[in-house]
């Protein structure tokens, strides 16, 4: 008697079959590894932007409430003008 792997079923050996078989689960398993690498990236990226996001609306709120105080400064010299000129 021979081995499994070299009785043969019509041309096709039992171990080109398994080999067949091993090659394309290593094909898939690579595949499924980049596939999630991928993913974790597009999220690592995705926080990424969210974190960035919110940091510039921070600083678009600081902003906007440092031009209010010098609008309020602005309007304080115009009036301290107008009261030292009608004086």
Same mark, same amino acid.
């Given at each position: 008697m021979? @081995?499994?792997e070299? +009785?043969?079923?019509?041309? &096709? %050996?039992?171990?080109n079959i !398994?080999?067949?078989? =091993?090659? %394309? @689960?290593s &094909?898939? @398993?690579?595949?499924?590894t %980049? /596939?999630?690498?991928?993913q #974790? #990236?597009?999220?690592?990226l995705? $926080?990424?932007? *969210?974190?960035? $996001?919110?940091?510039? *609306?921070?600083?678009l709120?600081?902003? *906007?409430? +440092?031009i209010? !105080?010098l609008?309020?400064? =602005?309007? *304080? &010299?115009? /009036?301290?003008?107008?009261? &030292?000129?009608?004086s």
């Open positions: 021979t @081995a499994i070299h +009785q043969e079923l019509k041309g &096709i %050996t039992v171990k !398994i080999v067949t078989v =091993v090659s %394309t @689960a &094909i898939v @398993a690579s595949v499924m %980049t /596939y999630f690498n991928l #974790n #990236n597009m999220n690592q995705r $926080d990424r932007q *969210e974190t960035t $996001d919110r940091v510039n *609306e921070i600083r709120k600081v902003l *906007e409430s +440092q209010n !105080i609008q309020q400064q =602005v309007q *304080e &010299i115009k /009036y301290n003008k107008q009261l &030292i000129t009608k």
